[in-house]
């Protein structure tokens, strides 16, 4: 027998159908590249200590796996497979790892920044509505989070008050959403592992375009995990995790020394989910 379909008939007993698929691609997949491409036995070793490597790297405040799973595309293309609906406005965004566990609810009209975080403000508001009756969702949950003008999310930054720049919102009934951000900053991922190493490699700049972070739920409605790019911003094209696109561009305007934007969020009606948060409370 083929050696291939040996090793797949060796895991052919698994109970469930759904696993037992899985891991039969899994391996005939792997098996395929591995002819492809060869390696050799440095080759191989290299590859193990580098997997090790990255689980040295991953603790309960950060997931090289799930930083490479980003960097190479698979996220993006996870959350596209699953909700992308081609000809549909609406941009689903990967998560990304700095979701963090129980940011407080803010009041309407409530900032989420801290008075002492430089940076210029911006005030948000918009409407939550069904996508298909354009009829307004009230008491949809709007959960935000961003990076400070440093480029690092409050988790990174002990100078940073405890949940900094993240935040729940409830939108009112007439689906209305009211609240206080900052203009978003460039940043780069950590470029301190092995991640960090593939991208040098590759002569990629390790930076997301600015950007806010949106999970929008509703009871009812396929939960909308999108962000919010700056429209004109000329490193929209070379994100990073390849997420950022023409579907997620907000129009900022200036007022003074503050911003302003007026930014919908449509919602299709399916199963209300939660991403898991992969930062701790
Ligand atoms: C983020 O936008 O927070 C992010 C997404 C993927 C990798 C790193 C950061
Ligand atoms: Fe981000």
Known sequence: MDFTKRVMSAYAKIDDPRLRSIIAALIKHLHAFVNEIRPTDQEFEFAWDYMARMAAKTGAER?????MADVIGVSQMVESINHDEPGKPVGFALVGPFLRANDPFR???AADVSD??????????G???DFHTKVPIEGAILDTWQAASNGLYENQ???QPDYNLRGKYRSDR???????A?????????TDGPVGELLRAAKRPPDRPAHIHFIVSAPGYETLVTQIF???????EEDVVFTADEKMIGDFKREGDRFSLVYDFPLRRGVSTIPKAPIPA
Not at 116 to 125: E, F, H, K, S, Y
Not at 182 to 190: G, I, K, S
């Open 230 to 236: 700056v429209k004109g911003d000329k490193q929209i």
């Open 127 to 129: 409407k939550v509505y």
């Open 174 to 180: 007439n689906g209305t959403f009211d609240l206080v």
């Open 157 to 159: 930054d002990e100078n």
């Open 182 to 190: 900052l203009m978003p900053t460039a940043y780069p991922v950590p």
């Open 63 to 67: 997931n090289e796996f799930l930083l």
């Open 107 to 109: 009041d309407r009209g």
């Open 116 to 125: 002492d975080t430089p940076g210029a403000r911006v005030r948000i508001t």
